[in-house]
């Protein structure tokens, strides 16, 4: 009886389902024909120099003519590097209908995809292709250390060697072409830019001081990183093994405020109000302080110190206001100056600034300013016993027009002229003859770097048209504070002597606000 009544029941159920399969469908259904895309110009591969464009122009081929708009649509350029872990592998490189940037990415061979998306529907069509960079960077060049709100950026004008003075090939924010060759992560930078040095070093790991260890090596300073890279390699960075913690004999500093090249294998750093010093051959690394006396004595220094030639210096002691000398070759420790025509030790003024001549057969010249605002410069001569004696040491306050708020000073190589800027405007002063003369208004722009390229090496009758605007050029930094991110521009000033007229031997612009720069001085 139960099977019978169960079966009377599926019975019923089928008859429902075919009552309601025969029953028409009453909803209101509209089909849209999807717009189909096909994709056009683009190759199956591309080869470009480092630093260059691959300038593609994608032609975008509609089903349904008429109907596209670029404002709904999103591009993407995706590379793809098989060699590194996929975790980091893959990189959007631009974000616009055609590829005419220069992609962020080093030397190497790159999978790239192109991808549409519709806005509205989010089908997306993409097309694949490989990307080769090839090439390598010449090695004689600028490079130039800018502040982009706020944070540092690092370019590259890369010399002519079939005519110098001219700088076709411009590289901006260079870092992000430079990869670890491990992890093909690009070098960071982190913070505001403070520094930029460059000179023969030693590679980190090579034991013996044969000459086949040096490399020449770019510094870039930062408020949060001290990096560097390796010109004579290639333009190479490796971000644990050139940790800058490597060239510390005691872990300490791993972040300096400059760094000061003295000749090969051999600079000053100045990190937190101490000096350090590193001296290959003599196995000297940085780590030990030399801001201290054979008494134990130690003290704060200035960051602004005075280098003449080989590992000699002259620091300024903050807490008791004098100047003493080091030699970090082999000597840790500091030495007071003998008083001359005035007393190094008892100043009871503060350091503004202090810089190094070789002109005059060597003299350090600093600015000073006392408890009520006066202004003076003072004079130390080189001795040949590697000491300084006191020459000099004269209120400015009234005879340099506006010392009082200049922002930036450099000492220029030839003639041993003092520069200083207010401003927009730009100041000579010859401290012989004790006239001063404005060289340069700059108007509305506002002065940002004033210096000269002392650690130029080489300059001789034979690569003089190469040498000469790197070693002796004084050189202004400007910008428009309406627009300081792309509106610096860099004046290598041509310095005669006799106070004459002061002409330029080139300009740079399209830059940010430049914080420093450096000759790589390798080929």
Sequence with gaps: MKTKIKNNILAGLLVVLLLMGCRKDLGNYEYREINELEIGSINDSYEVALGSSPNIVPELLFSKAGEHKDENYTYEWISHNPKVTPEISKKVIHQGRNLDVVPELGVGDYIVYYKVIEKSTGISWQRR???????????????????????????????????????????????????????????????????????????????????????????????????????????????????????????????????????????FAVANGNLYSTFYTGRVYYGVPLNQLT???????????????????????????????????????????????????????????IGYTSAFTGQAVAILKDGGQRIYLARMGLTTAGAFSAIALEDVTDRLTGIKDADHFTMEEQYGYFFYSVGSKIYQYDMDTKQVKMVKDYGSRKVSMLKTNRTMSRITTTNEARYTSPKYAVIVGTYDEASPNDSGTLDFLRIPGLMGSISTYYSFDGLGKVIDITYSETQ
């Design 295 to 353: 008494t134990g004595e130690t003290f704060p220094i200035s960051s602004h110190i005075a280098i003449p030639y080989s590992m000699t210096t002259l620091m300024f002691d903050t807490k008791n206001k004098r100047f003493l000398r080091s030699s970090g070759e082999y000597n840790r420790y500091a030495s007071v100056l003998p008083a001359g025509n005035f007393d190094p030790n008892g100043l009871n003024k503060d350091l503004v600034w």
């Design 129 to 267: 292709f490989t990307l080769k960079i090839f090439g390598e960077y010449k090695k004689s060049g600028w490079f130039i250390l800018n502040d982009i709100e706020g944070q540092a950026r690092l370019d590259y004008y890369e010399d002519n060697s079939a005519n110098w003075h001219s700088y076709p090939k411009i590289y901006r924010d260079i870092t992000n072409l430079i990869l670890d060759p491990l992890t093909a992560r690009p070098m960071k930078l982190i913070g505001k830019p403070k520094f930029l040095a460059s000179f023969t070093n030693r590679v980190q790991g090579i034991p013996t001081a044969s000459a086949s260890a040096n490399k020449y090596f770019v510094y870039i300073g930062t408020e949060g990183s001290t990096e560097k890279i390796n010109i004579t390699d290639g333009f190479i960075w490796k971000e644990a093994g050139y940790a800058f913690v490597n060239e510390t004999s005691s872990g300490n500093p791993t972040v300096v405020d400059h760094i000061f090249p003295v000749g090969a294998a051999m600079a």
